[in-house]
């Protein structure tokens, strides 16, 4: 059905006021979405593209749409300068404006005409059909290729993380611990730290290590 002149124009400056997002975590929902958004503008609605094909621990992409074009320039801009992350994952988000072809309830334009026809084999443009065919399933390919070796790559840096949180945790818990029995005030009386001025502190990795080798 075709949609009037009105209509068209609104659902054009809807598409102006959105933001496209994908890489997504699988774990993002709306509520985190407009959470992390909140600081910079007023989320109006979301909605997430469905992946019908692919495991669903692929990334996400989501439809954005804010209270303003300039807000959407603004996000564009800061996700492009920074690493964005929602849900803690190790993927950064990426953004952009949103276009008319990412909604799949976009009216038809008013005035359009379109003609649906089946090509035959001797006809010129059929060669032309099945070459776009053929690349289709190629970048499909493509897309699944890189999206393993993304995984893979996700995957690593998360074991990496959570390496590293374990480190810091246990360097952390002999803080409290030095702290809690008064090792650390002890120490101090013994070397005079006090009366030279010194406090002795153990609120960073080095200090703590000093305090450990003493």
């Known amino acids: 059905m075709e949609s009037s002149a009105e209509e068209y124009s609104a659902f054009e400056q809807k598409v102006s006021r959105t933001v496209y997002f994908d890489n997504l975590s699988p ?11 909140d600081q910079f503008a007023t989320v109006k609605n979301v909605k997430f593209i469905p992946n019908y094909i692919g495991p669903s621990n692929l990334p996400q992409c989501a439809l954005v749409e804010l209270d303003s074009a300039k ?6 801009s800061m996700v492009g300068q920074y690493s964005f992350m929602m ?8 953004a952009q404006r ?10 038809i334009k008013p ?21 776009l065919k053929n690349l289709t399933r190629k970048h499909a390919a493509e897309i699944e290729f890189v999206r393993k070796l993304q995984l893979d790559e996700e995957e690593k840096l ?4 959570e390496e590293t949180l374990k480190v810091h945790y246990k360097k952390f818990k002999m803080i409290d611990g030095i702290m ?3 090792t650390a005030h002890r120490l101090a009386r013994k070397y005079n730290l006090h009366n030279q001025g010194l406090l002795l502190r153990a609120t960073t990795t080095d200090e703590a290590q000093f305090i450990h080798g003493i």
């Open 27 to 37: 774990q993002v929902t709306e509520s985190v979405i407009r959470t992390a958004l």
């Open 71 to 76: 807000k959407v320039k603004e996000i564009v």
């Open 87 to 94: 849900s803690g994952m190790p993927r950064p988000v990426r």
């Open 98 to 107: 949103a276009v008319m072809e990412m909604f799949d309830d976009r009216p």
């Open 111 to 131: 005035n359009r005409k379109i003609k649906v026809r089946w090509l035959k084999p001797g006809e010129p443009d059929f060669e032309v059909a099945k070459e």
């Open 158 to 161: 998360a074991k990496q993380q």
């Open 180 to 182: 809690a029995d008064k």
